[in-house]
């Protein structure tokens, strides 16, 4: 069977329907990628309350916590020093006896010295020892790392401090060689003819998608702002004044 020739007009037709199926298509990528992010968020929130909970009511958390507070708190006061000291008082009043059967009478006044040494020894052992004090503190997780590291952490992040994608960061960076505001299909064009990208159109639509509502709907990078044709432009945060206008300078 031959192939049947059609005139422009179905021809036309026939490019119009094409048109519309693929801008159906997108549109139903554009919200099944809404739909799986927040799908994604609501589990990680999930997973987050669930292992609370299991932290909670493992028993091992519970004895650790006794344990910490049984270290924290002080130590009960010991005996008083006189009990400890009645011994000592029963060896020296002992003592004092057998010195008056055989030391003479000039050698009497010696015995309170004695008396007060081991008096004196007995509250040295009843004494509470003292507390050491508290240690120089720890240092800091900031003034450990070096200043390469932060460097390293600072090239890594964004200027809203939360790590960027490859994507995210070529959208960036079209925007600020741009110097306008620009829809998806200027993103898709610079995509196209940037030789280091090698992804096919479909894929790169779909990685675009995803950058630009993260960064738009959830990061607050970008702002989506009006232009003359039909939905709407991305433009940086930071050229959007204080009543949410472009100004014209940035307009597409």
Do not use: C
Not at 79 to 89: D, E, F, I, S
Not at 201 to 229: D, F, M, P, T, Y
């Amino acid at each position: 069977m031959s192939q049947p020739l059609l005139n422009p007009l179905e021809i036309e037709d026939l490019l119009n329907q094409y048109r519309s199926d693929l801008r159906k298509l997108e549109y139903q990528i554009y919200k099944t990628q809404t739909v799986i992010q927040e799908l994604e968020q609501q589990a990680a929130e999930a997973q987050k309350a669930l292992s609370l909970e299991t932290a909670k009511a493992l028993p091992g958390a519970t004895k650790e916590t006794k344990k910490g507070k049984a270290k924290t708190g002080r130590k009960s006061p010991g005996r008083p020093p006189l009990a400890k000291a009645a011994p000592a008082q029963e060896e020296a009043a002992a003592a004092t006896e057998e010195v008056k059967e055989t030391a003479p009478a000039e050698e009497m006044p010696q015995q309170p010295e004695a008396k007060r040494s081991r008096k004196a020894a007995s509250a040295k052992k009843g004494a509470p020892k003292k507390k050491k004090g508290p240690g120089r503190p720890r240092k800091a997780a900031a003034e450990k790392k070096g200043p390469e590291a932060e460097k390293k952490e600072k090239a890594e992040k964004g200027d809203a401090g939360y790590r960027l994608s490859d994507w995210d960061k070529f959208i960036i960076d079209s925007l600020k060689t741009k110097q306008q505001a620009l829809i998806t299909q200027d993103f898709l064009d610079i995509a196209k003819d940037n030789p280091d990208i090698k992804s096919g159109e479909a894929q790169i639509k779909v990685k675009l998608n995803r950058s630009l509502h993260k960064l738009a709907n959830r990061k607050g990078v970008l702002a989506k702002v009006e232009h003359s044709g039909r939905g709407y432009a991305y433009a940086l945060n930071e050229w959007v004044n204080a009543k949410g206008a472009l100004p014209k300078k940035y307009a597409r």
